[in-house]
């Protein structure tokens, strides 16, 4: 009984120690990462294939792996090693990477960034971006024996794929512009431009700016009214001659309504005793002297009651 007592308690404790091992293996062992990015049909996209937990490589030789019913592969991007040959089989949807150097590498970092271009017809959906071994008609996906050290000892790693997401075309759901930027400031001679970009597919929508004009909120008098001719006022621009909202108006007719009657004089008296009220101050000063007061309120009454007065 004891004998089987020691037997059990011997294989438990093995049990453990290879759970051990093999839980600090997977915590140590190098890790290569496959980006994932997203695109529409047309663009093209870069794929990052990049090693952490590295212990030091001197050789690898891998294949990576994508879809050619989305996919085209249009190049590569140097990572950090010195040494290797990339060689596309389009016909096999893969790249092959060859990879030797003079010593152990224990770099980390971006192996090698990849360029594919997402075909005009692909399909929304994602598409998967893997390594498999250079020998990948008779291993697969197994990298037992795709890296290794200057001692000739095989370094596996763990692998996490990637993808490539492909989405709706801009011509199916629309373009997604961004705000507008100008690009040239419209002057009161010339016209300006903005632009906004799609945050999608980059396509850029270009508008012009209209002539722009900096008047000022005063009005000025461009002609004087008199007993017989009407005035003329309008509002000029800060920047050049240009005018706006040129308007005629009368002396006397102090509220804007085209005819001199007893509103024009009660709106007079309102303003000059400080009541909040809209009047034209061009046709308000009756007797030309400058200023809007009594003077003008009594001018103003006399001539609506016939007296024989003139509105200067």
Not at 121 to 137: F, T, W
Request: with cysteine; aromatic share 8%; charged share 20%.
């Amino acid at each position: 009984m004891k004998t089987l007592k020691r037997l059990i308690t011997v294989l438990l404790c093995a049990i453990i120690s290879i759970s051990f091992i093999i839980n600090v293996s997977a915590a140590t062992a190098p890790k290569i990462t496959v980006s994932s990015v997203e695109a529409i049909p047309g663009k093209t996209v870069k794929v990052d294939i990049a090693i952490s937990n590295n212990p030091g490589i001197m050789a690898m030789a891998f294949c990576i792996t994508y879809d050619t019913n989305a996919l085209t592969y249009k190049g590569y991007e140097r990572g950090y090693l010195t040494s290797y040959s990339v060689y596309p089989h389009e016909d096999e949807g893969h790249v092959s990477f060859v990879n030797i150097e003079n010593k152990d590498v224990a770099k980390n970092g971006i192996i090698i960034s990849v360029l594919f271009d997402v075909k005009s017809d692909a399909a929304p959906g994602n598409y998967a971006i893997a390594l498999a071994n250079s020998n990948r008609n008779k291993y697969g996906t197994k990298l037992h024996n795709s890296f290794s050290n200057s001692q000739q000892d095989f370094v596996v790693p763990v692998v996490t794929a990637g993808s490539v997401t492909v989405q709706e075309s801009c011509e199916s759901i629309g373009h997604s512009f961004g705000e507008w930027n100008i690009t040239k400031d419209a002057t009161c001679t010339e016209t300006g431009l903005k632009e906004h970009i799609c945050a999608r597919c980059d396509a850029v929508e270009e508008v012009e700016i209209p002539v722009t004009h900096d008047f000022e909120a005063e009005w000025t008098v461009d002609k004087d009214a008199t007993a017989t001719e009407d005035g003329i006022m309008s509002r000029h621009c800060t920047k050049c001659d240009a005018l706006t909202d040129q308007k005629t108006f009368k002396l006397g007719d102090i509220n804007g309504d085209d005819i001199i009657t007893g509103k024009d004089s009660v709106a007079v008296m309102q303003y000059i005793n400080g009541v909040n009220v809209d009047i034209n101050n061009y046709a308000a000063d009756v007797n030309d002297d400058g200023k809007i007061n009594n003077k003008d309120y009594v001018l103003l009454v006399r001539y609506l009651n016939g007296w024989n007065v003139e509105l200067k």
